[in-house]
């Protein structure tokens, strides 16, 4: 089992960047397929950006080009870099992990794009 600590979140302008990091405990994080959903108020959860164990990603097409998703295995961290911020970024923030038998969510982080 694992769990998720997510971090980073805040209130930032438009056109501005912001990084969140998901920390995970527990064992066999290199195995886990990561992600980063988001949920608005009023919608439903979406995916924002994911990473397999292998390092391969994918992106939602509204955060293309401008957030990066990236993991380092030694410290049990998956990121998310968000740039070029837009005031529809504005959502909670949650980190995932996947793995055969389980799926694990972290408690979010707010991420408020406003001038």
């Known amino acids: 089992q694992v769990q998720l600590v997510e971090s980073g979140g805040g209130l930032v302008q438009p056109g501005g960047s912001l990084r969140l990091s998901c920390a995970a405990s527990g064992s066999n994080f290199r195995l886990y397929a990561m992600g980063w959903y988001r949920q608005a108020p009023g919608k439903q959860r979406e995916l924002v950006a994911a990473?397999?164990?292998?390092?391969?990603?994918n992106y939602a097409d509204s955060v293309k080009g401008r957030f990066t998703i990236s993991r380092d295995n030694a410290k049990n961290t998956v990121y998310l870099q968000m740039t070029s911020l837009k005031p529809e970024d504005t959502a909670v923030y949650y980190c995932n992990g996947k793995l055969v038998g389980g799926d694990y969510w972290g408690q979010g982080t707010q991420v408020t794009v406003s001038s």
């Open positions: 990473i397999t164990s292998g390092g391969s990603t």
